[in-house]
């Protein structure tokens, strides 16, 4: 299912909330409206949270069924908190945003290349899956510029064809191009999504939200 939504009257609503397949997290000055939105669409429960004690929930936290590799900014009651639900882990790069420079999905991770050695090691051990450092579309920051569950990928539209291949191969699901939010290449930044659907920003067009629909095979 797909809704469209908006955190606050902002149409970039991945930049402030996430979730897998089990739960979802959004800031706590999040109006009804949008948790409904997200836990209609995706059918998980959204908790209410700070990340860094900031609403940014989506840029500083990447997160798949197994693991969540959040910004080293994090505060030790918000680690605690998260590793309630799964496990946690910080990351320490100067690239700590760890939303918008990990794509993830149950099966693989694509990550900013610029990320340090020890940084990918840790992200491989708490999401539990093989990490590719590479850019889509000249773009370093991978998770705000693409969208990515466990049933396809929507990228940025100048991706690359050889950049696909290795999407998919290590993702292990189809990928495709598109954009949301009336022509916004900031796929990543604008939905919330995880295999059961997705709540998406409210500017996207119905030709959007149909490519998307196809892209993560939400039938």
Do not use: W
């Amino acid at each position: 299912m797909l809704k469209l939504s908006t955190y606050n009257g902002v149409e970039f609503v991945g930049v402030y909330a996430i979730a897998n397949e089990k739960f979802g997290l959004a800031p706590h000055d999040a109006d009804k409206t949008f948790i409904d939105d997200i836990e209609e669409a995706l059918g998980v429960t959204v908790t209410r949270a700070t990340i860094a004690g900031t609403n940014l929930l989506g840029s500083l936290i990447a997160m798949n069924s197994y693991g969540a590799v959040v910004t080293s900014m994090a505060t030790e009651q918000e680690v605690e908190f998260l590793s309630k639900h799964l496990h946690v882990a910080r990351i320490e790069d100067r690239l700590n945003a760890a939303g918008n420079n990990i794509l993830a999905n149950d099966n693989g991770a694509i990550v900013n290349p610029e990320v340090n050695e020890d940084a990918l090691k840790l992200i491989e051990e708490t999401l539990q899956v093989e990490v590719y450092p590479m850019t889509v579309a000249g773009h370093k920051t991978v998770g705000s510029v693409c969208a990515a569950t466990n049933k396809g990928v929507l990228c940025h539209p100048d991706t690359k064809r050889s950049e696909f291949d290795i999407i998919k191969s290590v993702m292990k699901v189809p990928a495709s191009i598109g954009t949301l939010n009336y022509g916004s290449p900031m796929i990543g930044a604008s939905i919330v999504a995880n295999s059961k659907g997705g709540a998406v920003g409210f500017r996207s067009t119905p030709i959007e939200l149909g490519r998307l629909e196809d892209a993560l095979s939400l039938y």
